[in-house]
Antibody, heavy 116, light 113 residues
Framework: EVPLVESGGGLVQPGGSLRLSCAAS????????MHWVRQAPGKGLVWVAR????????EYADSVEGRFTISRDNDENTVDLQMNSLRAEDTAIYYC?????????WGQGTLVTVSS | DFVMTQSPDSLAVSLGERATINCRSS????????????LAWYQQKPGQPPKLLIY???TRESGVPDRFSGSGSGTDFTLTISSLQPEDVAVYYC?????????FGQGTKVEIK
């Protein structure tokens, strides 16, 4: 069973917006911190954002602060990433990740391409 | 933020030989109150998401072959593959989860010589 499934990636122009979603299953979602991690083509892993179990605490990487918003719905078991003012350097595979202190479950990822 | 530095960036090892990857943290990831090192290792094969291999610096995730082992404490850590197999070709990342943001090393690419 794959407990995390991302969707919403695609091609967007610079300055545009995109909303990613991650559907979770198979664990107690409402008790779990969730993260988004991205990986630019041919590059390493970079943490993007995280959200607390109740959604009251959200933290962002400096590179996306003010442009991206992480949110969650504990009734639907989903975590979203709203991405605004997108730049070419935001081009990457975006992974939804479960936090068990370490990152013990990763989705397959969704590709976001920012290009004109 | 914690800075994680891996060495080498890449290595080529013959099948059946040992592969060793190092990871250094800019600050200690040993939490004195539980005496645990907040350090994990991940394996990423081409076209796949990362997979957790080792946590608490030396605990293998369920299903991970025992040829993979982790060691170290404080700021210096090592991932060892005791006998390299073809399916071990991948990029390996260390990560500290002592503090947010939970930062990764830059990755080490392991290939067959």
């Amino acid at each position: 069973e794959v407990p995390l499934v991302e969707s919403g990636g695609g091609l967007v122009q610079p300055g545009g917006s995109l909303r990613l979603s991650c559907a979770a299953s198979g664990f107690t979602f409402r008790r779990t911190w969730m993260h988004w991690v991205r990986q630019a083509p041919g590059k390493g892993l970079v943490w993007v954002a995280r959200i607390s179990p109740d959604g009251g605490r959200r933290e962002y990487a400096d590179s996306v602060e003010g442009r991206f918003t992480i949110s969650r719905d504990n009734d639907e078991n989903t975590v979203d990433l709203q991405m605004n003012s997108l730049r070419a350097e935001d081009t990457a595979i975006y992974y939804c990740v479960r936090d068990n202190s370490y990152f013990d479950s990763w989705g397959q990822g969704t590709l976001v391409t920012v290009s004109s | 933020d914690f800075v994680m530095t891996q060495s080498p960036d890449s290595l080529a090892v013959s099948l059946g030989e040992r592969a060793t990857i190092n990871c250094r943290s800019s600050q200690s990831v040993l939490y004195r109150f539980d005496n645990k090192n907040y350090l994990a290792w991940y394996q990423q094969k081409p076209g796949q998401p990362p997979k957790l291999l080792i946590y608490w610096a030396s605990t293998r995730e369920s299903g991970v072959p025992d040829r993979f082992s982790g060691s170290g404490s404080g700021t210096d850590f090592t991932l060892t593959i005791s006998s390299l197999q073809p399916e071990d070709v991948a990029v390996y990342y260390c990560q500290q989860y002592y503090d947010s943001p939970k930062t990764f090393g830059q990755g080490t690419k392991v290939e067959i010589k």
